[in-house]
């Protein structure tokens, strides 16, 4: 199961910090990645972090403002969204990815959150 939380309404400059909360799984054992999805756009894949932490990555277009991190003991995933633009309004959503192409190790997806920001 995944949950993720955080999301809200934003002006534009603004931060939030998603997290992601998974169970039932070896939570450590899975690379994880953020994902978005935009009104009539496809799911978009947009950070991702290793087992361990220390190794990131990031699309273009939210890189220098976006920072994913992870918490194995808490079996949770975040990501901190810095100098928010109204192009990052979109639904949030967390998954286990094989590697930072974004391809899925889970094919079920939680509820998301939704991020709106405003111009």
């Known amino acids: 199961q995944l949950v993720e939380s955080g999301g809200g309404l934003v002006q534009a400059g603004g931060s939030l910090r998603l997290s992601c909360a998974a169970s039932?799984?070896?939570?450590?054992?899975?690379?994880m990645g953020w994902f978005r999805q935009a009104p009539g756009k496809e799911r978009e894949f947009v950070a991702g972090?290793?087992?361990?932490?220390?190794?990131?990555y990031y699309t273009d277009s939210v890189k220098d403002r976006f920072t994913i991190s992870r918490d194995n003991a808490k079996n949770t995933v975040y990501v901190q969204m810095n100098s928010l633009k109204p192009e990052d309004t979109a639904v949030y959503y967390c998954?286990?990815?094989?590697?930072?192409?974004?391809?899925?190790?889970?094919?079920?997806w939680g509820q998301g959150t939704q991020v709106t920001v405003s111009s």
């Open positions: 039932g799984r070896a939570f450590s054992s899975y690379a």
């Open positions: 972090i290793s087992r361990s932490g220390i190794s990131t």
């Open positions: 998954n286990a990815i094989k590697d930072y192409s974004g391809a899925l190790f889970w094919d079920y």
